[in-house]
């Protein structure tokens, strides 16, 4: 897959995996990397599914109507991807957090979902629940940060409840920050998922 890796000065630092929304690239979130942990190695990967111009990373058919085949699909292909990118780029592949906004999210959310042990932990900027109907893997010791708007139309908060539900009874301690605002990214929300960060790991 499309990605650039960034070696960071703390070999020990957790490797951020960033994920970005749709219509972006590997480029977004670079800026979160640098706010949520300096010192890390980053990863950020590009989405290869493109949808009218726009990357993502699995199809979808409408908004908020995923593409389930396409999602397990993809979601093996990335969770595939990580493990060569680790012995490629030689980082720990189970020192991995995930930074992901919305569409990035849902994907590392899916992760999260179908794979035991793919990330030590995650921070979800406006989430939604990838696939509803599966057993999840056992999440204990994998913390997780949502953050999410409460006039949000794309996740509404169910979508927001939901999820933190359904990591907390897989056993990932769940944090959800609340923004009174909509689908878009604020500075205070990323301050919010920074301050976690520190606290977390
Ligand atoms: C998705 O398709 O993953 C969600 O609807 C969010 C987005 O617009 O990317």
């Known amino acids: 897959m499309?990605?650039?890796?960034?070696?960071?000065?703390?070999?020990?630092?957790?490797?951020?995996?960033?994920?970005?929304?749709?219509?972006?690239?590997?480029?977004?979130?670079?800026?979160l990397a640098d706010r949520i942990s300096p010192a890390s190695s980053v990863l950020s990967v590009r989405g290869n599914v493109v949808e009218n111009g726009m990357q993502r990373y699995f199809r979808r058919l409408a908004e908020g109507v995923f593409d389930i085949e396409d999602l397990l699909f993809r979601t093996?292909?990335?969770?595939?991807?990580?493990?060569?990118?680790?012995?490629?780029?030689?980082?720990?592949?189970?020192?991995?957090?995930?930074?992901?906004?919305?569409?990035?999210a849902n994907?590392?959310?899916?992760?999260?979902?179908?794979?035991?042990?793919?990330?030590?932990?995650?921070?979800?900027?406006?989430?939604?629940?990838?696939?509803?109907?599966?057993?999840?893997?056992d999440l204990t010791g994998v913390p997780c940060f949502i953050g999410a708007g409460s006039n949000d139309p794309i996740c509404a908060p169910q979508e927001t409840e939901d999820l933190q539900r359904l990591l907390s009874e897989a056993g990932a301690p769940v944090t959800v920050h609340w923004e009174q605002y909509g689908h878009q990214l604020t500075s205070s929300e990323v301050a919010a998922a920074a301050a976690w960060y520190n606290e977390t790991f």
């Open 2 to 31: 499309k990605h650039i890796f960034k070696k960071g000065t703390d070999a020990n630092a957790p490797v951020l995996l960033l994920l970005h929304g749709t219509g972006g690239t590997e480029r977004d979130l670079l800026p």
């Open 76 to 104: 093996k292909e990335l969770n595939d991807f990580l493990d060569t990118a680790a012995q490629e780029h030689g980082f720990d592949r189970n020192n991995l957090v995930a930074i992901g906004y919305s569409n990035g």
């Open 107 to 137: 994907i590392a959310g899916s992760l999260l979902f179908h794979y035991k042990g793919t990330l030590r932990g995650a921070i979800l900027h406006h989430p939604m629940v990838p696939i509803r109907g599966v057993e999840l893997p």
